[in-house]
C-alpha cells in the first residue's frame, strides 16, 4: 500500500514523510543565476539562494522624533536609504529574493542586555537610553514591540517578508537570523540600512566568518559617523569581507538575465 507522503518543514529545507518513509533529498530550487557588477569583481550568483538584509531602518534611527534625533544626531543621512529601497525592494520581491527587516528591538526588561551595552548608549546615566521613554511621544527606545523600535513608514513591509529582532550591532548574536537563513537555503546575502560602519558592517563582517557570500549595496546604506568611517567600511568590504555594488547594476543584472 502506497501511503501519501507529507512534507515537514519549508522548501528548501523540507523532508516527504509517511509512516514508512523519510525523502531526505531536498530537490534544489531552479537556478536563477544573474551577473553582477561590483566594484572589485564581476559576480556569476544565484538569487534563488540570495536574500536582502534590511538592517535598523527604523523610527528610533531614521525618523526625526525618534532616539537618535534626541539625542543631537542629525538623521538626514540615515534617511537616504529610504528611496533607493523603495525601489529596490519591489523588484527583489517580485523574483522570490526575502525581504528580511532586522530591526534594534530589545525585550522590555532588558535581561539580556550588559552594562556594557548600556553604557554605550548612556554614559552617563541619566540620559535616555536602551528602554528610557522618549520624552517627545512616550515611545520606549529600541525596545520590540514599540514605535521606537518600528520600521519607518516609508518603507512598508509585506506579509511575506520576514521580520527578526536583534539586541546587538551584529543580528548574529543571540537571535534566530542564521537558523533562518539556513533553513531557506540562502548563501548569498544583500546589506542595506544604517549606520554603514556600525551595525550593517558587524552584521555583515559575521556573516563573512559564517561563510556566507556578502554584497553590500552602497546606495542602500549610509551612516551618521563621519566621513573617514564610511570609507574605512568601504574599503574593509571589498578587502576583506566582501563586494561593493549599487542598485543600477542589481537592476541590468536582472533585467539582462535570460530565466524571466
Not at 102 to 110: A, E, H, I, M, T
Not at 118 to 133: A, I, K, Q
Amino acid at each position: 500500500m502506497n501511503l501519501p507522503l507529507r512534507k515537514l518543514g519549508l522548501a528548501p529545507n523540507a523532508w516527504s514523510v509517511n509512516q514508512a518513509i523519510a525523502d531526505i533529498t531536498r530537490p534544489p530550487k531552479i537556478p536563477q543565476t544573474i551577473i553582477l557588477t561590483t566594484e572589485t569583481k564581476i559576480l556569476h550568483l544565484d538569487l534563488a539562494k540570495a536574500a536582502i538584509l534590511v538592517i535598523d531602518m527604523q523610527n528610533d534611527f531614521c525618523h526625526p522624533d525618534g532616539w537618535l534625533a534626541h539625542i543631537g544626531v542629525d538623521v538626514t543621512p540615515t534617511r537616504k536609504p529610504i528611496e533607493p529601497l523603495q525601489k529596490l525592494l519591489p523588484v527583489l520581491r517580485a523574483v522570490g529574493v526575502p525581504v528580511i527587516w532586522l530591526n534594534w528591538g530589545n525585550r522590555p526588561d532588558l535581561l539580556n542586555i550588559s552594562p556594557g551595552l548600556l553604557h554605550v548608549y548612556n554614559p552617563t546615566g541619566d540620559g535616555v537610553g536602551l528602554g528610557d521613554r522618549l520624552p517627545k511621544n512616550g515611545a520606549k527606545v529600541l525596545t520590540a514591540g514599540s514605535w521606537a523600535a518600528a520600521v519607518v513608514d516609508e518603507l512598508p513591509q509585506q506579509p511575506e517578508d520576514i521580520r527578526i529582532d536583534k539586541y546587538r550591532m551584529s543580528g548574529f548574536w543571540d537571535t534566530p537570523l542564521d537558523s533562518i537563513l539556513r533553513n531557506l537555503g540562502k548563501t548569498t546575502i544583500f546589506f542595506a540600512g544604517v549606520n554603514a560602519d556600525q551595525c550593517v558592517l558587524t552584521t555583515l563582517c559575521d556573516a563573512n566568518f559564517l561563510g556566507y557570500d556578502c554584497i553590500f549595496i552602497q546606495d542602500c546604506t549610509a551612516t551618521t559617523s563621519p566621513e573617514y568611517c564610511w570609507l574605512a567600511t568601504l574599503y574593509n568590504i571589498k578587502q576583506c569581507f566582501g563586494f561593493v555594488t549599487e542598485t543600477s547594476e542589481i537592476f541590468t543584472a536582472i533585467n539582462n538575465s535570460n530565466w524571466q
